[in-house]
């Protein structure tokens, strides 16, 4: 893995594929542990863009017979950090209510968005709501919304690749890299 450059800025690797396949895993074992004897299997509620790349990859890993996944999408970013505003772009169709949702997330910096996402899914009635995301920035957290299925924690500087944009570019890296200072 080389030194990248999108809209003018470099990036450095950080985290290599084979290293996130095996924290997918990680988490797709935590996650089936915890809903294989369920009656009716969870929703996996993927928050686009970012999420799509680990939501596949999770969802598969997962495999839990007759799971469903559907997609909702949110805007926070522009450029390199958090706008701190929340705008809903697509909503949800399914109906969640008395299902066991987790919430695909790409990453959890602020919170910000996790308390929105799940404050409008608590309001269709879910029997419970977790939260798995690849990424998580716990010295950003301003919300205390921590998720439940955590890939890796990591410090608060700006990443991208696996499915992670910088204004759209970037997200086909199948790794992650972090901007260099």
Not at 10 to 39: G, H, M, W
Not at 158 to 178: C, K, Q
Request: hydrophobic fraction near 40%.
């Amino acid at each position: 893995m080389a030194i990248v450059t999108i809209k003018g800025l470099n990036f450095e690797p950080y985290i290599s594929r084979e290293e996130i396949q095996k924290q997918v895993l990680r988490v797709a074992q935590e996650i089936r542990r915890d809903y294989e004897n369920n009656e009716l299997p969870p929703v996996f509620v993927c928050v686009l863009n970012g999420s799509f790349i680990f939501a596949a990859d999770l969802f598969r890993a997962v495999n839990l017979e007759h799971s469903e996944i559907t997609f909702i999408r949110f805007k926070s970013y522009e450029g390199t950090s958090s706008t701190g505003e929340i705008t809903q772009v697509m909503g949800l169709a399914e109906n969640i209510t008395g299902r066991d949702v987790i919430i695909v997330e790409d990453i959890v910096d602020t919170g910000v968005t996790a308390k929105a996402l799940r404050a409008i899914l608590r309001a269709k009635n879910p029997k419970s709501m977790k939260m798995a995301t690849l990424l998580y920035k716990p010295a950003s957290l301003t919300t205390g919304e921590v998720p439940e299925y955590v890939g890796f924690e990591i410090p608060s500087r700006f990443i991208l690749g696996y499915g992670l944009d910088l204004d759209g570019e970037a997200r086909s890296l199948p790794d992650i890299y972090v901007k260099v200072d």
